[in-house]
């Protein structure tokens, strides 16, 4: 059974930086397509960073440019680097894995989000002003 394990949450001022990770048991992160997702209490689960098997990623539009996921196969972690982080990126954030992204990474983030089988906890991320 595919575990997921998120990390790196916390607290920061807006500009600053976290680096979320997920460790990943029961199954190598090489097999998996994976993403990252975000909600908060007055808002829908929402996409924002994914990554297949081959490398090949995608962003929500409001995260491009300071995002990046990233897995290392060989700690079975991905992750999720966050700089220039701003108030509204306050949220839960949650790691998820897939078989497959049958439609490809760039509709992986829309939802329903059904190709993703397994799901973390969670991990919180506050930015302040």
């Known amino acids: 059974q595919v575990q997921l394990v998120e990390s790196g949450g916390g607290s920061v001022q807006t500009g600053g930086s976290l680096r979320l990770s997920c460790l990943v048991s029961?199954?190598?992160?090489?097999?998996?397509?994976m993403g990252w997702f975000r909600q908060s209490p007055d808002n829908q689960r929402e996409g924002v960073a994914a990554i297949d098997t081959d490398g090949s990623t995608a962003y929500a539009d409001a995260v491009q440019g300071r995002f990046t996921i990233s897995k290392e196969n060989a700690a079975n972690t991905l992750y999720l680097q966050m700089n220039n982080l701003k108030p509204e990126d306050t949220a839960t954030y949650f790691c998820?894995?897939?078989?497959?992204?049958?439609?490809?990474?760039?509709?992986?983030?829309?939802?329903?989000?059904?190709?993703?089988?397994?799901w973390g906890q969670g991990t919180q991320v506050t930015v302040s002003s």
């Open positions: 029961g199954a190598p992160t090489n097999t998996l397509s």
């Open positions: 998820a894995a897939a078989d497959e992204f049958f439609l490809g990474v760039g509709r992986a983030l829309a939802p329903p989000h059904l190709e993703f089988k397994y």
